[in-house]
Nanobody, 125 residues
Framework: HVQLVESGGGSVQAGGSLNLSCAAS????????MGWFRRHPGNASESVAG???????????YYADSVKGRFTISRDNAKNTVYLQMNSLRPEDTAMYYC????????????????WGQGTQVTVS
């Protein structure tokens, strides 16, 4: 069965960086769009970024306007892992971050994703 396991969250001061990882198993990784979502306390999930077959210019990726220029999504298909490099973090980035997967194409709609990890907490002070 499909499993997504996030890691890399933590507490950081504003302006700092974190690199989240999501290791996937039980799936043909290259068939899937991998997305990062976040949920602020009391709010609905929001899309952060997504990537299909590569990122950083090597594939199709997208970002929420609020993180463009600060966050970078990438994937290593050999390791079945997707990453979210987060720089210039702000207090408003504080949230639980979730990795999600759906068979291509990528969307920014939470309900389109059928597979979810347990989440990793990011706190920016």
């Amino acid at each position: 069965h499909v499993q997504l396991v996030e890691s890399g969250g933590g507490s950081v001061q504003a302006g700092g960086s974190l690199n989240l990882s999501c290791a996937a198993s039980g799936m043909t990784f290259t068939y899937f769009c991998m997305g990062w979502f976040r949920r602020h306390p009391g709010n609905a999930s929001e899309s952060v970024a997504g990537v299909y077959n590569g990122g950083g210019g090597g594939g199709t990726s997208y970002y929420a306007d609020s993180v463009k220029g600060r966050f970078t999504i990438s994937r290593d298909n050999a390791k079945n892992t997707v990453y979210l490099q987060m720089n210039s973090l702000r207090p408003e980035d504080t949230a639980m971050y979730y990795c999600a997967a759906r068979v291509r194409p990528c969307t920014m709609v939470t309900r389109d994703y059928g597979y979810w990890g347990q989440g990793t907490q990011v706190t920016v002070s």
